[in-house]
């Protein structure tokens, strides 16, 4: 799985750790559109497979200890 097309903000940069696991576009619509664009013409090489039960186990686990 990955994770598609998101704007670059801090929260997405963290998730899709800086564009490993999906492109990162201006946030904006024309940033969005440029995005899709590069998907749709294969400009952009293919992001890495995301495992979410890895980062979800360590999202609780990062959660339980500040707890």
């Known amino acids: 799985m990955w994770l598609g097309i998101m704007a670059n903000i801090v929260a997405n940069r963290t998730v899709l750790e800086n564009g490993k ?4 576009v201006e946030n904006s619509i024309n940033g969005l ?6 998907m ?17 186990a360590l999202a609780m686990e990062t959660f339980k200890k500040c707890l």
């Not at 559109?33 to 590069?38: F, S």
């Open 40 to 56: 749709a013409n294969h400009e952009e090489s293919k992001p890495e497979k995301f495992d979410y039960h890895q980062y979800n």
């Open 21 to 24: 696991y999906g492109l990162l």
């Open 33 to 38: 559109e440029k995005g899709v664009t590069k």
